[in-house]
């Protein structure tokens, strides 16, 4: 059973949305320390990908019982929650990897399928207490980030990769943003407008910084190169 990730550790969370895998830094394989969760018909995307599953979360309304039994059969802990909830899988899951140490977090899965589950995915991390940026969703050559202010970040990657910043749920001010074709200093930027989309890198990292409120970062990789 694994029990506390170190700094390096991450804890990857496949859920049952679409998947895609990611085309930059993506491992073979999770590290030793690394802990993985699938939330419910997130199993089935490890099983495509040969990976084990650690911990198995959810109603498991979506995960074929054949597929459940496998999985628990190879030493995956199980934890079963009723149909009638109030959280999600997702939220079940983070709570765990929480719960076990880990504060990186990779998470799968997430986007597609219903856009209702999109939508509650992607506010999950601001409302939970994780707007670090300790939570990064991943699909196909997308990166997503939910940030809160204050924070100052990088992120690397080439000229010409898309890099779009959206302010969730409330105005985003004291935006400084270097690297970028279209950079930023101090400024604001209105929830409900859409001035900090469409970017592009025009360095291999952008600097990012702002003030006070809450950002989506979202990074596309030019090409895939795994």
């Known amino acids: 059973m694994k029990t506390r990730g170190?700094?390096?550790d991450l804890a990857y969370i496949f859920l049952n949305g679409d998947f895609e895998r990611p085309t930059r830094d993506w491992p073979a394989r999770p590290r030793p320390g690394d802990l993985v969760i699938a939330a419910d018909g997130g199993g089935r995307h490890l099983a495509?990908?040969?990976?084990p599953v650690h911990c198995l979360v959810g109603d498991f309304d979506s995960l074929e019982p054949a597929l459940l039994t496998e999985?628990?059969?190879?030493?995956?802990?199980?934890?079963?929650?009723?149909?009638?909830?109030?959280?999600?899988?997702?939220?079940?899951?983070?709570?765990?990897a929480r719960?076990?140490?880990?504060?990186?977090?990779?998470?799968?899965?997430?986007?597609?399928?219903?856009?209702?589950?999109?939508f509650g995915?992607?506010?999950?991390?601001?409302a939970t207490g994780w707007g670090s940026g300790g939570i990064r969703?991943?699909?196909?050559?997308?990166?997503?980030?939910?940030?809160?202010?204050?924070?100052e970040l990088s992120v690397s990657g080439q000229t010409?990769?898309?890099?779009s910043l959206l302010p969730m749920g409330e105005d985003v001010r004291g935006v400084s943003l270097k690297g970028c074709r279209y950079p930023l200093g101090g400024e604001t930027l209105r929830a409900g407008l859409s001035r900090g989309l469409s970017n592009e890198l025009s360095a291999p990292e952008?600097?990012?910084?702002?003030?006070?409120?809450?950002?989506?970062?979202?990074?596309?990789?030019?090409?895939?190169?795994c």
């Open 137 to 151: 969703f991943r699909h196909g050559r997308w990166n997503f980030l939910v940030i809160s202010g204050p924070a």
């Open 48 to 51: 495509a990908l040969g990976w």
């Open 71 to 96: 999985i628990q059969a190879r030493g995956a802990e199980i934890f079963r929650y009723p149909a009638a909830k109030d959280e999600i899988d997702f939220e079940l899951a983070l709570q765990l």
């Open 160 to 163: 010409g990769d898309l890099f």
């Open 6 to 8: 170190t700094q390096g």
């Open 99 to 118: 719960k076990r140490g880990y504060s990186r977090i990779e998470v799968l899965g997430a986007l597609g399928g219903r856009w209702d589950m999109t």
């Open 121 to 126: 995915n992607l506010f999950l991390p601001r």
């Open 206 to 225: 952008v600097d990012l910084s702002f003030d006070s409120g809450v950002l989506i970062v979202m990074h596309r990789h030019s090409e895939e190169t």
